[in-house]
């Protein structure tokens, strides 16, 4: 498994990491820690997850859960030094503590409640899951504006907020910080501001990212190579469309289409199109399409370590039989012209 340098914090992490969203929910424990297990053999090292997981839905009473199914695998197995865990504060949900989000007053209790339910007295990476000004995000972007904030009171917020990261990186308690569903801009607001006042550096920005969705190709991606900001991708399968198993309108039992029906405004006419030709793709040079949706990610010309979720260990034993393909120039070349020929699906 390749391993690259998570930003410029000499942290170094596979470039595909386990996503952990369902874990306690759609994925038992016992199934959770087996699937820690099988990504570590594999070279996996590297594990996400959030104070707002495990999804599909949402609850109040769950929040929190898969960081406690990650805690519980750490003191089963005693490999907490053998992982790199990133998790998340989220921000304004009605589930997660009253909706109130995150800002320099409470920054660090948030932070505190994610150590104690992972049962660890450091995370390698701290991330913000939206920005609290708002994000084009999660099918936002066609009708995003951002004419109602207030450049000032931004800057202030992201200020603050480092400030108390600075003192939570001195007092160990988190090793590294990244963004979540961030902007070109706002990665670089965050990075100028770290640097002026000797805070955490912008390590990594997780937005969504896969052959369906590329809105990072362009300015972040430029934002990626020029400040060492590694691409860490979520839903590189779509929710599960670029695995094929949604093909010719299936919804298999216990997927996610059969608990959210949208797939998170995915599941659209024109998915399904562009599905089928990636589908094409990859019959035509004899691959799986799943593997060459994650292989996609490593041929990318800015770091990349890409979130895969499995909600069991059987889907996870198939995603690792790719762990290792590295896609051909035709391959790349026929990938481009479909992306050309369908692009934004959703």
């Known amino acids: 498994m390749k391993q690259i340098e998570l930003g410029r914090t000499g942290i170094m992490v596979s470039d595909w990491c386990l996503g952990t969203m369902t874990y306690s929910r759609q994925t038992p424990q016992e199934d959770a820690h087996r699937q820690i297990d099988m990504s570590l053999d594999a070279g996996i090292n590297f594990l996400d997850t959030a104070e707002m997981y495990p999804v599909n839905p949402i609850l109040k009473e769950t929040v929190g859960d898969s960081e406690r199914c990650i805690a519980a695998w750490i003191k089963a197995?005693?490999?907490r030094d053998d992982v790199v865990i990133a998790t998340k504060a989220a921000g304004d949900m009605a589930m997660a503590r009253g909706g109130e989000g995150y800002g320099p007053d409470n920054i660090l209790d948030i932070l505190d409640g994610n150590l104690d339910r992972l049962g660890t007295d450091y995370i390698d990476l701290y991330q913000l899951h939206w920005p609290m000004r708002g994000s084009y995000m999660f099918r936002q972007n066609w009708t995003f504006d951002p004419s109602g904030q207030d450049r000032a009171q931004?800057?202030?917020h992201m200020a603050g907020v480092l400030e108390k990261l600075k003192e939570a990186q001195a007092a160990g308690k988190i090793r590294a910080f990244g963004l979540s569903n961030e902007s070109a801009w706002g990665t670089t607001k965050w990075i100028d501001i770290a640097e002026q006042i000797g805070a955490p550096r912008v390590a990594s920005v997780q937005n969504e990212y896969s052959l369906l969705c590329r809105l990072y190709d362009t300015d972040m991606a430029e934002v990626s190579h020029n400040e060492d900001v590694v691409c860490f991708s979520f839903s590189p399968l779509a929710a599960g469309l670029l695995t094929g198993?949604?093909?010719?309108?299936?919804?298999?039992?216990?997927?996610?289409m059969s608990i959210g029906a949208t797939l998170g405004g995915r599941n659209q006419p024109r998915a399904h199109e562009a599905v089928a030709?990636?589908?094409?793709?990859?019959?035509?040079h004899g691959l799986d399409l799943a593997h060459m949706a994650m292989a996609f990610?490593?041929?990318?010309?800015?770091k990349v370590s890409a979130i895969f979720g499995a909600t069991t260990s059987g889907q996870l034993e198939?995603?690792?039989?790719?762990?290792?393909?590295?896609?051909?120039?035709?391959?790349?070349?026929?990938?481009?012209q479909t992306h050309r020929a369908h692009p934004m699906p959703y």
């Open 318 to 336: 198939h995603l690792l039989r790719g762990k290792d393909l590295e896609l051909s120039a035709a391959v790349l070349e026929d990938i481009d």
């Open 154 to 156: 931004v800057m202030d």
């Open 297 to 302: 990610q490593r041929a990318r010309p800015f």
């Open 77 to 79: 197995s005693g490999r």
């Open 277 to 284: 030709a990636y589908q094409a793709v990859a019959d035509k």
């Open 245 to 256: 198993k949604y093909a010719n309108g299936a919804v298999p039992e216990g997927s996610r």
